[in-house]
């Protein structure tokens, strides 16, 4: 069996089992050595939800060429928190947040906001959604936004409102920004 079928097959059992055959077929590319078995990768819950968003956009998005979105982008942010064991709850659609607050910025710096569309597909009950594209020229000011602005100033508002204390502290570490937790107020019961 070819290798990229391997991983595409994997990939229909579980994304556990695809990370795994994923690593076996880097393993043995690079190395010419036999992998070494290992226990598959155990995935939080919440980490299903964007493997699977990720694997639905492999399969179903093709990008028109010169162009790119907000969902690609924001992998590489999920993927450093990941890295320091942050698993996001599956309702904080990170890469709605950004999109929205990107759009908005666009807005107020006076560029044009009608941009092309591409359909984003969930595996859940949202279905298909529509979501923006853009072009290239304004991937390095994106990038930047993202880490000056974003990052910084609106990112820690928007999570904190889906992790608990604890997670806010390992979020912190890892991006390098307080994020201070929410507490909720119990109601008194009369």
Excluded at 66 to 90: I, T
Excluded at 111 to 116: M, N, Q, R, S
Aim: proline share 6%.
């Amino acid at each position: 069996m070819h290798p990229k079928l391997a991983v595409s097959f994997a990939m229909w059992l579980s994304p556990e089992f695809e990370m795994m055959v994923s690593e076996w077929v880097e393993q043995w590319l690079f190395t010419n050595q036999k992998p070494a078995i290992q226990e598959p990768i155990k995935l939080h819950p919440y980490q299903r939800v964007w493997y699977e968003r990720l694997r639905l956009f492999e399969e179903k998005t093709k990008l028109p060429k010169g162009r790119w979105c907000v969902f690609e982008e924001v992998g590489k942010l999920m993927r450093n928190l990941e890295s320091n064991n942050v698993s996001l709850h599956d309702r904080a659609t990170i890469d709605i947040s950004v999109g929205r607050t990107w759009c908005h910025w666009l807005k107020q710096n006076g560029y044009e906001t009608d941009f092309e569309q591409y359909i984003h597909h969930y595996p859940d009950k949202r279905g298909e959604q529509l979501a923006n594209i853009y072009p290239y020229k304004l991937l390095g000011e994106f990038h930047q936004w993202l880490e000056e602005a974003y990052i910084p100033e609106k990112f820690p508002e928007y999570v904190r409102k889906f992790v608990t204390s604890e997670e806010c502290k390992l979020i912190s570490e890892a991006i390098g920004y307080e994020i201070k937790p929410v507490f909720k107020r119990l109601k008194a019961k009369i």
